[in-house]
Structures are given as C-alpha cells and as structure tokens.
C-alpha cells in the first residue's frame, strides 16, 4: 500500500508550485514583497502586483550579437 505522499512526476521531477523568491520588485526596487496566492507577487511598497513569467531559453552565444 503506497499512499500518495511521496508521488513523483515520470521524469523526476518534482513539481514545485514555489519557485525562487525574487529579491526586489522590479518597480521600486524595495524588498517587500510577499508571494501572492494564486501565483505572483505583490509589492507592499508601491502597491503593486505582478508575475515572473519564463519565456524560453535562450542561447548563451547570441548576447548582443546582431544589435547593430
Ligand atoms: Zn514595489
């Protein structure tokens, strides 16, 4: 009898609701922020609400490359 506590994902992967906190709010730069439910954060500072979103990956050799 396996009960569902220790279930894991196919590929091994836990997954995590909670990913890293964020240091700053990238409005006023102060560092009250609290996690907000349902997913983002919210700045107690400047009063706003915002989400980290992942955009891809990107390739470490394009840096600036084709800027100009
Ligand atoms: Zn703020």
Known sequence: MSDATDDTSPTGHAPRAERQSIGYCPYCSEE?????????????????????????????????????
Do not use: H, K
């Open 32 to 68: 009250n922020l609290f996690p907000l439910e349902g997913g983002g954060w919210e700045c107690r500072s400047c009063l706003r609400a915002f989400s980290v979103v992942f955009r891809g990956l990107v390739a470490p050799s394009r840096t600036r490359e084709g800027v100009r």
